[in-house]
C-alpha cells in the first residue's frame, strides 16, 4: 500500500464513520416529512462531548472508566484489517478474519463489563439482552464469513473481499446472495438498528444498547458514540465490499465507490428504519436465527 493509500484509508477510518449515522438520520427526517437534523450533527454532537468532563460514581472501578477506551481500541485495531481504499489492507495475516470477529466480541465484552460494574440493575438487565443476542448473531456471521472464505479459498479479509470475490459471485451467486442477506441482519442487530433495536429511544422495556451506556458521559460517552458509528462504518464496508466487489485498480475510483456504496447503504438503513417498527424482543431471537439459517443455507450450497 503507497502512503497515499495509507493516507486516504487513515482518513475514512477516522472521519468517515459518524457521516453515516448522519446520513441514516437524514433519511428518515425525510421520509418522515421532516426536515430534520443536518447530515454533519453527529460530529457536533462528538465535538460537544468531548469539550466536557466525565462525572463517574464512587460505586464504580477503573473497569468502568476503561470500558470506552478498551472498546474504541478493540474497533480502531479491526479497522486495521479491512479492505478499504484498496483491496490491501493495513495490516493483513493468514486468518485474519477470526481476530477481527474476536476484536468485536472483545469490545461487546468490555462495554458489558462497564455495564455490570455500575451495579445498577437497569444496566444489567441492557446487559444480559445485549449477551443473549449476541449469542445468536455471532454464529451468523461466523458462518456468513465461513461462505465467502469458502467461495475464495481464503481465510484473509484483504483476499476474501479482494478482486477474487468478483469471479466467485459467477461460480456461487446464490450463497454469496444468502451471505450478503445475513449479513445485512448481523448488521442491523449488532449495532442497534430497527428492527432489533431502537438508538433514539429511551423506554426502559425495550432499550438494549443504549441501556448500558446511560451512565457514561462527556469524553468517554463520545468514545462510545464513535466506537458504535465506526462498527458500522466496519460491517458496512464489508457488506458493500461483498456486494460490490469491483476492483478498478485505480486507487481514488475504488475510494470513490466504495464512499457510493456506504452512502447508499445508509439510505437503505434509514429506509428500513422509517418503514419498520421494532420487532418485540420475544421476535428477536427468531429474526437472528433465520439470519444464521441463511447463512448455513449458504455454506452448504458451497460445501463440497
Same mark, same amino acid.
Given at each position: 500500500?503507497?502512503?497515499?493509500? $495509507?493516507?486516504?484509508?487513515?482518513?475514512?477510518?477516522?472521519g468517515g464513520p459518524p457521516l453515516l449515522l448522519g446520513v441514516i438520520h437524514k433519511t428518515k427526517a425525510i421520509l418522515t416529512g421532516r426536515i430534520g437534523a443536518p447530515? $454533519?450533527?453527529?460530529?457536533?454532537? $462528538?465535538?460537544?462531548?468531548?469539550?466536557?468532563?466525565?462525572?463517574?460514581?464512587?460505586?464504580?472501578?477503573?473497569?468502568?472508566?476503561? #470500558?470506552?477506551?478498551?472498546? $474504541?481500541?478493540?474497533?480502531?485495531?479491526?479497522?486495521?484489517?479491512?479492505?478499504?481504499?484498496?483491496?490491501?489492507?493495513?495490516?493483513?495475516?493468514?486468518?485474519?478474519?477470526?481476530?477481527?470477529?474476536?476484536?468485536?466480541?472483545?469490545?461487546?465484552?468490555?462495554?458489558?463489563?462497564?455495564? *455490570?460494574?455500575?451495579g445498577s440493575s437497569f444496566e444489567g438487565m441492557g446487559a444480559s439482552r445485549e449477551v443473549t443476542f449476541a449469542s445468536l448473531a455471532e454464529p451468523a456471521l461466523l458462518?456468513?464469513?465461513?461462505?465467502?472464505?469458502?467461495?475464495?479459498?481464503?481465510?484473509?479479509?484483504? @483476499?476474501?473481499?479482494?478482486?477474487?470475490? #468478483?469471479?466467485?459471485?459467477?461460480?456461487?451467486?446464490?450463497?454469496?446472495?444468502?451471505?450478503?442477506?445475513?449479513?445485512?441482519?448481523?448488521?442491523?442487530? @449488532?449495532?442497534?438498528?430497527?428492527?432489533?433495536?431502537?438508538?433514539?429511544?429511551?423506554? @426502559?422495556?425495550?432499550?438494549?444498547? @443504549?441501556?448500558?451506556?446511560?451512565?457514561?458521559?462527556?469524553?468517554?460517552?463520545?468514545?462510545?458514540?464513535?466506537?458504535?458509528?465506526?462498527?458500522?462504518?466496519?460491517?458496512?464496508?464489508?457488506?458493500?465490499?461483498?456486494?460490490?466487489?469491483?476492483?478498478?485498480?485505480?486507487?481514488w475510483m475504488d475510494l470513490s465507490m466504495l464512499i457510493t456504496g456506504l452512502l447508499g447503504l445508509a439510505v437503505v438503513i434509514g429506509v428500513v428504519e422509517s418503514s419498520?417498527?421494532?420487532?418485540? *424482543?420475544?421476535?428477536?431471537?427468531?429474526?437472528?436465527?433465520?439470519?444464521?439459517?441463511?447463512?448455513?443455507?449458504?455454506?452448504?450450497?458451497?460445501?463440497?
Open positions: 500500500m503507497s502512503a497515499i493509500q $495509507l493516507l486516504w484509508s487513515l482518513g475514512l477510518v477516522i447530515v $454533519l450533527q453527529p460530529y457536533y454532537d $462528538l465535538w460537544k462531548l468531548l469539550q466536557k468532563g466525565a462525572v463517574y460514581s464512587r460505586t464504580t472501578s477503573w473497569v468502568f472508566r476503561a #470500558g470506552p477506551l478498551v472498546s $474504541l481500541a478493540a474497533f480502531l485495531t479491526a479497522a486495521l484489517f479491512v479492505p478499504l481504499a484498496a483491496p490491501s489492507t493495513l495490516l493483513s495475516f493468514w486468518g485474519d478474519v477470526v481476530l477481527w470477529a474476536y476484536l468485536v466480541g472483545v469490545a461487546r465484552f468490555i462495554t458489558v463489563l462497564a455495564a *455490570l460494574d455500575t458462518v456468513a464469513l465461513a461462505v465467502i472464505a469458502k467461495v475464495t479459498g481464503s481465510v484473509q479479509l484483504s @483476499e476474501m473481499f479482494g478482486p477474487v470475490l #468478483g469471479s466467485a459471485w459467477r461460480t456461487a451467486g446464490p450463497a454469496l446472495a444468502l451471505a450478503a442477506a445475513s449479513l445485512f441482519l448481523v448488521l442491523l442487530a @449488532e449495532n442497534a438498528r430497527m428492527p432489533v433495536d431502537d438508538p433514539t429511544t429511551h423506554l @426502559e422495556l425495550t432499550m438494549i444498547h @443504549e441501556v448500558m451506556v446511560l451512565d457514561h458521559g462527556g469524553p468517554d460517552f463520545a468514545f462510545i458514540l464513535y466506537g458504535s458509528a465506526l462498527k458500522l462504518f466496519l460491517f458496512g464496508v464489508l457488506l458493500v465490499r461483498l456486494l460490490m466487489p469491483v476492483h478498478i485498480g485505480v486507487p419498520m417498527a421494532r420487532l418485540r *424482543l420475544i421476535r428477536v431471537p427468531q429474526l437472528l436465527v433465520t439470519s444464521g439459517v441463511l447463512a448455513a443455507v449458504g455454506l452448504l450450497l458451497v460445501w463440497r
